[in-house]
């Protein structure tokens, strides 16, 4: 049987990632073996990463390492490690021409890389005041041509490119399983780690995932409600007087936009007093994530543009970011623009 028949849902057993991976080359051209290898080699970054999260306390990870990133927030040694376990498996990999992370100052080029096609960003670990409750976490990575010149070392112009550019996103969620979402624009699929075996399997109701439409959860840190404008106050109180409505809020973006990407649902972390341009950085984490749930029938805005429309001024670029199925995000957008609400 061949790996397209096994992807097709013409065998009883769950595809695994390098059938799927081989199935998804077959079919679409766009699929190179690059791409492909580098989707491998980050599946085994999260295999690591997901047993040093596992071991995270009996390591002693969970201390400061006394530094602050380039956003001013404390560096936790489980950051610090993850960014490394992203760092050196992909250095390996020559189709990678260099990297930027939440964890880095700038961008990072690998010397003799140059031929590689491809830069990322990632997010090594997100949701890190859930690292020692033991809660929930995640990795986001984002997958680019690169825009300078092959042979040449990569420059911050294929750093800053438009979400919409991206050729392949996803997300590692670490929970009471591992998974995998992802998307290189031919559906979105989550697969989910049989640790017995080491190997991401995808069960069928999660190959080609479709978001609902619209949903009743609603995400957000109401602890700021009294920083948010008075049209985002008016969103959140309308969202609570509907049928179904309830709220969720993890902490950890990854846990949030997965759940509500299941079951139908809006996260929201807006521009507020204390954040004036929200707090998310939009090339390591809105980006992917919007690529994510667009593709999957959802919708990602600023409030006012499409989150993937966005041309990035800067590496570290903040967003406020609203995300989630097309009603919500669309309902978000009517109520911060009607000046009835303002
Ligand atoms: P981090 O990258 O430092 O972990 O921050 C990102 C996290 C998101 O995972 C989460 O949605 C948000 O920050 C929570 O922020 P807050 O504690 O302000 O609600
Ligand atoms: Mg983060």
């Given amino acids: 049987m061949s790996a397209v028949e096994r992807q097709n849902g013409e065998h009883s057993l769950p595809v695994n990632i390098a059938d799927h991976i081989r199935a998804e080359s077959q079919l679409h051209p766009e699929v190179t073996g690059s791409l492909a290898s580098i989707l491998t080699d980050l599946t085994r970054v999260a295999k690591e990463i997901s047993f040093t999260v596992n071991t995270a306390g009996i390591q002693n990870l969970y201390r400061s390492t006394g530094r602050t990133n380039a956003y001013g927030e404390n560096v936790i040694q489980l950051d610090e490690k993850a960014n490394q376990q992203f760092k050196d498996i992909l250095a390996n990999n020559d189709n990678v021409a260099g990297f930027s992370s939440e964890e880095e100052e700038g961008f990072v080029p690998y010397p003799n890389s140059e031929d590689g096609k491809y830069i990322l960003w990632f997010d090594p670990l997100d949701g890190s005041s ?34 919409s550019e991206q050729v392949c996103a996803g997300y590692f969620l670490y929970g009471p399983s591992t998974m995998l979402v992802y998307t290189a624009r031919f559906g979105v699929y989550r697969f989910t780690l049989n640790p017995s075996v080491g190997e991401f399997v995808l069960p069928k109701e999660y190959a080609q995932i479709a978001t609902p439409d619209s949903g009743g959860i609603y995400s957000v840190n109401e602890a700021y409600s009294n920083n948010w404008p008075d049209s985002v106050k008016s969103y959140v ?85 609203i995300i989630g199925s097309k009603n919500e995000v669309e309902l978000f957008r009517q109520f911060t623009q009607r000046p009835l609400w303002q």
Avoid: M, W
């Fill in 130 to 163: 859930n690292f020692d409750i033991n809660g929930s976490v995640g990795s986001i990575f984002s997958i680019y041509k690169r825009v300078s010149p092959d042979k040449t070392p990569v420059d911050e112009k294929d750093f800053i490119q438009k979400g």
């Fill in 237 to 321: 109180n309308h969202l609570k007087t509907r049928p179904g409505a309830t709220s969720r809020y993890v902490g950890s973006l990854v846990a949030d936009v997965d759940r509500d990407l299941l079951k139908g649902g809006v996260y929201l972390y807006p521009a507020d007093s204390n954040h004036p341009t929200g707090k998310l950085r939009l090339n390591c984490e809105a980006n992917p994530l919007a690529f994510v749930v667009e593709q999957a029938g959802g919708a990602a805005t600023d409030g006012t543009n499409r989150i993937l429309d966005l041309q990035p001024e800067s590496l570290l670029q903040t967003t406020p970011l």
